[in-house]
């Protein structure tokens, strides 16, 4: 078994900014001359998320705004009253939709269904550059 390690890093502009990485994913696995194994990409940080959708406009609009009903901005954070940042309801988003995603991958492709692509989600108040993590292992 082998692990290849590598990162991407992309300007995002905050406010549930959504960016497809299926396409980087993909070109850093089939670089990497794995065949056969698993994929995890993880955001580090605690304000973004991964998480997988159909990238289609309307989906990029469902999904913040479903997020905006269970963690909304302008609510009352602990997180704010104690740093004051504003942020609180980044930091409920990332946790409620996760840091990290494993996908299968067969032949160098990724195991995702027709109409799935890899997002991450950057939920902070304010513009960023993002770095992910992309872990392949397999052989």
């Not at 960016?19 to 993909?26: E, I, L, S, Y």
């Not at 909304?72 to 309801?89: I, K, L, R, S, V």
């Not at 067969?106 to 692509?117: A, K, M, V, Y």
Request: contains cysteine.
């Amino acid at each position: 078994m082998r692990i290849i390690t590598k990162t991407i890093t992309f300007p995002t502009r905050g406010n549930s900014h959504t960016v497809d990485v299926t396409g980087k994913v993909q070109s850093l696995l089939e670089e990497s001359g794995l065949r056969e194994g698993t994929c995890t990409v993880f955001a580090g940080g605690s304000t973004a998320g991964v998480t997988t959708i159909e990238f289609e406009p309307g989906l990029l609009k469902d999904l913040p705004a479903a997020l905006d009903r269970l963690a909304p901005d302008g609510h009352a954070y602990y997180h704010d009253a104690a740093w004051g940042d504003g942020n609180g309801h980044a930091h409920v988003r990332s946790a409620i939709v996760g840091t990290s995603l494993s996908v299968p991958f067969q032949d160098g492709r990724l195991l995702l269904g027709t109409w799935q692509q890899i997002v991450i989600m950057d939920f902070d108040n304010r513009p960023r550059d993002r770095r992910i993590v992309v872990q392949a292992m397999g052989n």
